[in-house]
């Protein structure tokens, strides 16, 4: 009688909405680590060093960022690299922290749409 072969459960990716990715990025430790990791994969002892937080706190971040699907991570060796997903999100951030104090559309947020420009009578 053969051992019967179990294989890993099946993980289906859901596919990432602006709504999760906005609402990951609604706190500025999360924000924080994105900027970190747009410079490349950092490990967690790297961001702890850098952000000046506790373990559990970015612990969390990291968490709430990889299931937004912001991040992935990767083991190399005994450590977890974390890697930007959604290098858009670095940009955009970019572009409203340069925005205009005078309401100028800056080059990177001067998308209109013609549609609803003006206002139909």
Request: glycine share 4%; net charge neutral; aromatic share 4%.
């Amino acid at each position: 009688m053969q051992a019967a072969v179990v294989s890993p459960p099946v993980v289906q990716k859901q596919p990432i909405t602006a709504d999760q990715v906005f609402k990951a990025l609604g706190h500025p430790a999360r924000t924080a680590i994105v900027k970190k990791l747009e410079t490349g994969d950092q490990c967690v002892c790297e961001l702890l060093k850098d952000l000046g937080l506790g373990w559990s706190s970015v612990s969390r971040h990291l968490s709430v960022l990889k299931e937004a699907g912001v991040v992935t991570d990767e083991r190399r060796g005994m450590q977890i690299f974390y890697h930007l997903n959604l290098p858009c999100v670095t940009r955009f951030i970019h572009c409203l922290e340069s925005s205009d104090p005078d309401d100028t559309p800056l080059p990177c947020c001067a998308f209109q749409n013609k549609s609803s420009a003006s206002p139909q009578s």
